[in-house]
């Protein structure tokens, strides 16, 4: 069975790293064995977990510390977590390098994005107001806006579909888009919110949460399967 790793969460006053289960049970859907990282920026531990996986997906979570895409924090930006922002960056460097699988949500793409050059709208809500409400946090498993799919890209490859409902736990975006990045989907407002990495197994990045919305919706689910499918080689 193939494994899966995740990057974790830390859950500070509780003492505790942690992901939710929903990604847990989308991977187990998708046929493969989900296991969850340590939270260390130790390099030889990082090394090793790469070589016993088949891929990696890199989950949701905290704002990356500005400063990582040569910006200054803004009033609006959240708490960032150090050690996570340092092992995932390394981790995915690594994985890129090896061409390891990676599935990158919502705080992964915005970490793959600005890895590759990118940068961020530290706060959507005041600097991108408009017509589409991104942080919907009250409605996790709901779709609440939709995006336009790229023709041709690979989201639209899996999914086969030319527009597709996503949820919204994200109050953070791509504002420039890294060079070496294809965008696959756009909200109304123009924030990209899925990009591939071409010529790669298989890197993608999105910004919603398919993981909580995947077993009521099949092109959700999809996602996972075909990332665990380019995990076998």
């Known amino acids: 069975m193939l494994l899966i790793g995740l990057t974790p969460a830390l859950d500070r006053e509780a003492g505790r790293v942690f992901v939710n289960g929903d990604y ?28 016993r996986v088949d891929g990696l997906i890199f989950t949701g979570g905290g ?5 990582c895409y040569g910006e200054a924090r803004l009033p609006e930006c959240g708490e960032s977590n150090p050690v996570r922002d340092r092992m995932e960056w390394y981790l995915m460097a690594r994985a890129l390098e090896k061409d390891v699988p990676i599935l990158a949500i919502c705080r992964g793409l915005q970490v793959l994005n600005c890895l590759l050059g990118g940068t961020l709208y530290q706060d959507l809500p005041s600097q991108l107001p408009g017509q589409v409400i991104h942080p919907q946090y009250d409605l996790p498993r709901d ?19 030319t527009e597709l409902g996503v949820n ?13 990045l294809r965008p696959c989907a756009a909200a109304a407002d123009g924030l990209i919110e899925a990009a591939e990495l071409p ?18 919706h099949p092109e959700q689910q999809a996602l996972f399967n075909a990332f665990t499918e380019a995990c076998k080689g």
């Open 24 to 51: 847990l049970n989308a991977v187990q859907r998708a046929g493969a064995l989900p296991a969850v990282l340590p939270m260390t920026e130790e390099r030889a531990v990082l090394d090793a977990a790469l070589n």
């Open 63 to 67: 704002d990356l510390e500005p400063a």
């Open 143 to 161: 779709a609440v806006h939709t995006l336009q799919v790229a023709e041709g890209g690979l989201l639209s490859r899996i999914t086969g579909q």
């Open 168 to 180: 919204s736990r994200h109050h953070q975006g791509i504002k420039k888009l890294a060079a070496g």
């Open 199 to 216: 010529g790669k197994r298989f890197v993608l990045g999105v910004q919603w949460h398919p993981e909580s919305i995947s077993e009521k």
